[in-house]
């Protein structure tokens, strides 16, 4: 069964913004390194950003510095990604992933390996 939910998805012009939004079981987001992995027809599922267990160290693929922000919210068992300055390469399936580790594990995951738990993913489609 799904075990994490994303949302947020949509159609964006380039250079617009859109907000994703994963929630997952509390028992599974509380002790989990969560990240964001996409895409794109024909091609491999690729990291894209993660954020540690207590949300003191995030971690980007080189593209998107500058232009996406991730927090996280363990109150709510949620993890949020806002996406601005998007392009049309930004194109693709968002697959929102979980990793259980250690509260102090500060190390960067980004791998698909790394992850234990993954959502259905929500479509972000970027018009040039």
């Known amino acids: 069964q799904v075990q994490l939910v994303e949302s947020g998805g949509g159609l964006a012009q380039a250079g617009g913004s859109l907000r994703l939004a994963c929630t997952a079981p509390?028992?599974?987001?509380?002790?989990?390194?969560m990240a964001w992995f996409r895409q794109a027809p024909g091609k491999e599922r690729e990291f894209v950003v993660g954020?540690?267990?207590?949300?003191?160290?995030?971690y980007f693929e080189d593209s998107i510095k500058g232009r996406f922000t991730i927090s996280r919210d363990n109150a709510k068992n949620t993890v949020y990604l806002q996406m601005n300055s998007l392009k049309p390469e930004d194109t693709g399936v968002y697959y929102c992933?979980?990793?259980?580790?250690?509260?102090?594990?500060?190390?960067?995951?980004?791998?698909?390996?790394?992850?234990?738990?993954w959502g259905q993913g929500t479509q972000v489609t970027v018009s040039s």
């Open positions: 509390g028992r599974i987001f509380g002790r989990a390194h």
């Open positions: 992933a979980a990793k259980p580790t250690i509260l102090s594990d500060n190390r960067k995951f980004d791998s698909v390996d790394d992850y234990a738990h």
């Open positions: 954020i540690s267990r207590n949300g003191g160290s995030a």
